[in-house]
């Protein structure tokens, strides 16, 4: 069995999309049972609330238990707030047809990370967690959690592979780095339903000529991405050196090993000749 890579945008949105995938991912993960009456893609708020354009990866919502589910997969982290933005989005988009300033539905945001973390710029930190969970409920001064609000931002990053993440966790982080690391042999549990029905989704013989057409296309915007993000970090390396601060700051904070900075130096030194 060879998978298709599930970071590319088409492939993961066929796995996710499958119901009997999503919900058992949803259960999985935040351990609740779902009905959702549809799933929807690129879904957005008209008219948009802010100025960020919300757009979901993966949008489901089941009326009869109140419960929207969001999936974001990223191939960066740069921008820990946009997810926070885009969690809290859809639960103050909840107001808008609201008579008063009760949140009717609790809300689970879930961002596949598919490339390992980045220092972190303002706390110099880099993360290395396969899991991590932000809840609002509020605590007392006892440290007691108040299940007042219940909604959950969770990202998972498979590259951090942790011996205590739980199994229903590590079905799911094992499906997405093996389809990327290793997806002509893939190790997986396929005894998890939602594992098995994904594999047979994103399994290459099962792949369409226009969803490879489709994917290539995805591939070639997400180099794009990469080239913007990479021309960006470049510039600040180059803004640290003029302010000559120390280069294993510079190397930590851009993620460029010294030598490509010392190159950079010697190039903004040329510039001045």
């Known amino acids: 069995m060879a998978l298709a890579r599930l970071d590319n945008e088409v492939f993961f949105k066929k796995a996710f999309t499958d119901k009997l995938v999503l919900k058992a991912f949803v259960k999985d993960i935040i351990g609740i049972d779902i009905s959702p009456d549809k799933i929807e ?5 008209h008219p948009k609330s802010g100025n960020i354009n919300f757009k979901y990866d993966i ?3 089941d009326l009869k238990k109140r419960i929207i589910i969001e999936i974001q997969k990223v191939e960066y ?3 820990f707030d946009r997810f926070l933005h885009y969690h809290l989005q859809a639960i103050t988009e909840q107001q808008r047809n609201a008579d008063d300033y009760s949140i009717g539905k609790t809300v689970y945001t879930i961002v ?3 490339a390992p973390y980045k220092i972190n710029a303002i706390t110099r930190e880099i993360y290395k967690d396969e899991v991590l969970i932000s809840v ?9 959690e108040r299940k007042i609000y219940n909604h959950e931002l969770i990202f998972l990053n498979p590259n951090y592979k942790d011996s205590q993440t739980p199994a229903n966790y590590r079905d799911w982080l094992d499906l997405i780095y093996e389809s990327i690391h290793n997806a002509d042999n893939p190790v997986l ?19 369409t000529g226009d969803e490879w057409h489709q ?16 021309e960006k970090v470049i510039e600040i390396a180059k803004n640290m050196i003029t302010k000559s601060l120390d280069l294993v700051i510079i190397s930590e904070v851009t993620g460029l090993s010294e030598m490509q900075i010392e190159e950079l130096r010697i190039e903004l030194e040329n510039q001045k000749t």
């Open 59 to 61: 949008f489901a919502e």
């Open 112 to 114: 596949l990370m598919t």
């Open 215 to 230: 994917s290539k296309i995805e591939a070639a915007k997400r180099k794009v991405i990469k080239l913007s993000i990479e």
């Open 189 to 207: 549990n396929i005894k998890n339903e939602g594992i098995k029905r994904a594999s047979e989704l994103v399994n290459q013989t099962n792949i």
């Open 77 to 79: 982290d740069h921008n």
């Open 41 to 45: 893609t690129e879904k957005s708020f």
């Open 136 to 144: 609002i409920n509020p605590k007392n001064i006892k440290g007691e």
